[in-house]
């Protein structure tokens, strides 16, 4: 499996200055004159560098110096709040920023074409570095993620960003939003949607500048900031040998500037007794902003490669190659920390209230392959995917398992909650089962989602044997869906399934978020080898037996078209666009 709160801004409205009526009296007519209303106005932006001097690692077994100069982009004043959306898949992506007129929020529609997709502005920052001589040798821009890792310049910003913590991948992304918090700063460094530059080792120049284009469009001043850069070329050998594994304090793998700054929540701060959600977690508010709230978080915007010692970058690679349910790594490389089940199964009679609840929808299937089972199975082809199944809410799914002593499978009941957070209903919803096969090992919650291909005619042929999950918000799917969760919990596997001794486990799937599986083992891909030729269509299939209580089960089922070909052992696969996605 690949796993891939918001708070409204309520501001007074301010009055306006009530016009001097005067009286004509020959003309027996009233004039009135009104000061002309303030223009909106958006957050006050700045370029600037963290240290005036940096020094960036080129080992010799990877060749590439990633730029990450530490320059940021600070906004003042009022936060950058960008809503990037689109109607359907048939429609291109826009994009509206968030302006304050008159203390009051107010939706400002950006020019076609600013952005194409989900992962961020194109080409927002320009780099030029000269060497020591003063030469030039190297120019390039790069895309800016405004949720890359952040941090406050002033003590009296807000302490936390409400803004998610990176800019959506997945490509049937609905929605997102980009934000930079007031008084904070982002790394405008793209990460893992750039490329390493080759720089020998020596001493550089870097001066880094925003693009016109948005100097323009956001009001930044023309101020390049300027980073002395020294490239000093390592070798992993050599470095386990002089300081061994152990010693490296980047050994963690997180790239620093990144992933520490995109951190979850240290604790469910809300979690009182009982261990029901939060207001926010059940109902948050929707988005500041005018229109519907929007939003993966994967984005996640990866770090770059760590510098890691070449001990651990190989136990790294051995961890990489586990097959089966792997950790997270659709929506970013942070681990949030799970919600904990109740202490005790709920008591009172079993009730499904008149309450929102949630919406499962399926989205058409991508990374889709012919494969042999990852275990060069003689003469087998199987056909791989991942699939995702994402809640459109109003209201989170929550799904908590409780074992009776002894028994194999937990029993799992569906939770409702009222607008304030209140647990005021659940209903039997099926078993958990658990999971021992290496790359699983943790609790299934059972009949989640199904899928199958099927003929031209849209009749069964073959289904997947993977229909038991566990839930987990990897993917940031539309954010401005209403009750969107922006930090949601349980991103990640490890932090959301639970272990073998475990006498009850807590699943959620969160508004705005969906749960991706890659279906790329033989039992969960679709065993092609005796399949003929022809069209097919992958259905992924949400709550296929209706177990789960949702506000509709009308779109619960996606199709991605695709067309088999080729001979027995190397056969091919042909994946037409989906509408305006070309991706397959």
Same mark, same amino acid.
């Given at each position: 499996m690949t796993r891939t709160r918001n708070i409204r801004l309520r501001r007074p409205l301010l009055a306006g200055t009530t016009a001097v009526a005067a009286m004509a009296v020959t003309a027996g007519l009233v004039a009135a004159t009104a000061e002309p209303a303030k223009a909106?106005?958006?957050?006050?932006?700045?370029?600037?560098?963290?240290?005036?001097?940096?020094?960036?690692?080129?080992?010799?077994?990877? *060749?590439?110096?990633?730029?990450?100069?530490?320059?940021?982009?600070?906004?003042?004043?009022?936060?950058?709040?960008?809503?990037?959306?689109?109607?359907?898949?048939?429609?291109?992506?826009t994009i509206t920023q968030t302006v304050y007129e008159g203390g009051k929020a107010k939706a400002k529609v950006l020019p076609k074409g600013t952005v194409k997709d989900f992962s961020g502005l194109r080409d927002f920052a320009e780099i030029t570095v000269t060497d020591k001589a003063g030469k030039k040798v190297l120019s390039r821009s790069e895309d800016f993620c405004p949720n890359n890792a952040s941090g406050r310049v002033r003590p009296d910003? *807000?302490?936390?960003?409400?803004?998610?913590?990176?800019?959506?991948?997945?490509?049937?992304?609905?929605?997102?939003?980009?934000?930079?918090?007031?008084?904070?700063?982002?790394?405008?460094?793209?990460? !893992?949607?750039?490329? *390493?530059?080759?720089?020998?080792?020596?001493?550089?120049?870097?001066?880094?500048?925003?693009?016109?284009?948005?100097? %323009?469009?956001?009001?930044?001043?023309?101020?390049?900031?300027?980073?002395?850069?020294?490239?000093?070329?390592? !070798?992993?050998? %050599?470095?386990?040998?002089?300081?061994?594994?152990?010693?490296?304090?980047?050994?963690?793998?997180?790239?620093?500037?990144?992933?520490?700054?995109?951190?979850?929540?240290?604790?469910?701060?809300?979690? +009182?007794?009982?261990?029901?959600?939060?207001?926010?977690?059940?109902?948050?508010?929707?988005? !500041?902003?005018a229109g519907p709230s929007y939003n993966v978080g994967h984005g996640p915007l990866k770090a770059a490669p760590p510098t890691l010692p070449w001990a651990l970058k190989k136990q790294q690679a051995a961890r990489s190659m586990r097959v089966g349910d792997t950790g997270g790594q659709t929506d970013g490389s942070r681990k949030a920390p799970a919600l904990q089940p109740l202490s005790k199964r709920p008591a009172g009679k079993p009730s499904v209230p008149d309450v929102p609840k949630p919406d499962l929808r399926s989205l058409p299937a991508y990374g889709i392959v012919v494969s042999d089972g990852e275990k060069d199975i003689p003469r087998? %082809?199987?056909?791989?995917?991942?699939?995702?199944?994402?809640?459109? +809410?109003?209201?989170?799914?929550?799904v908590d398992g409780f074992r009776s002593p002894g028994k194999a499978k937990m029993d799992a009941y569906q939770y409702f909650y009222d607008a304030k957070g209140k647990q005021v209903g659940y209903t039997p919803t099926g078993t958990m089962e658990w999971d021992p096969r290496p790359g699983h090992v943790h609790w299934h919650f059972t009949d989640f989602a199904s899928y199958r291909l099927l003929k031209a005619n849209k009749k069964e042929t073959v289904r997947s044997g993977k229909e038991a999950f566990c839930l987990a918000n990897t993917d940031a799917i539309d954010y401005t869906v209403k009750n969107a969760n922006w930090h949601p919990f349980n991103t990640d596997l490890s932090t959301a399934c639970g272990a073998e001794n475990s006498i009850s486990v807590r699943e959620v799937l969160d508004v705005g978020s969906g749960d991706t599986y890659s279906q790329d083992l033989p039992g969960q891909s679709f065993d092609?080898?005796?399949?003929?030729?022809?069209?097919?269509?992958?259905?992924?299939?949400?709550?296929?037996?209706?177990?789960?209580?949702?506000?509709?089960?009308?779109?619960?089922?996606?199709?991605?078209?695709?067309?088999?070909?080729?001979?027995?052992?190397?056969?091919?696969?042909?994946?037409?666009?989906? %509408?305006?996605?070309n991706e397959n």
């Open positions: 909106a106005t958006g957050p006050k932006l700045s370029l600037i560098a963290a240290a005036t001097s940096i020094t960036l690692t080129s080992w010799k077994e990877e *060749p590439g110096v990633y730029l990450d100069l530490g320059t940021y982009l600070t906004a003042e004043g009022t936060p950058l709040e960008l809503k990037v959306t689109r109607k359907s898949y048939k429609d291109p992506v910003a *807000p302490a936390t960003s409400k803004y998610p913590e990176s800019c959506p991948t997945n490509p049937f992304t609905l929605g997102s939003v980009w934000g930079v918090e007031k008084g904070w700063a982002a790394n405008t460094y793209a990460g !893992s949607y750039t490329e *390493p530059v080759m720089l020998a080792a020596g001493t550089y120049t870097a001066k880094v500048g925003v693009a016109k284009k948005y100097r %323009d469009l956001f009001g930044i001043a023309n101020k390049s900031a300027t980073v002395k850069v020294t490239v000093q070329e390592r !070798s992993y050998e %050599d470095e386990q040998s002089a300081t061994g594994p152990a010693s490296r304090s980047s050994a963690s793998g997180e790239h620093a500037g990144h992933g520490a700054a995109h951190q979850a929540p240290t604790a469910h701060t809300g979690h +009182g007794p009982g261990h029901a959600p939060t207001p926010a977690q059940a109902a948050a508010p929707v988005t !500041s902003g087998k %082809d199987y056909l791989a995917f991942s699939a995702n199944v994402w809640n459109a +809410g109003p209201a989170q799914l929550v092609i080898t005796d399949v003929p030729n022809g069209t097919y269509y992958i259905q992924v299939l949400a709550n296929p037996e209706k177990r789960l209580k949702e506000t509709s089960v009308d779109n619960n089922s996606a199709l991605r078209k695709i067309v088999l070909g080729g001979k027995p052992g190397k056969r091919t696969v042909t994946v037409p666009a989906h %509408d305006l996605i």
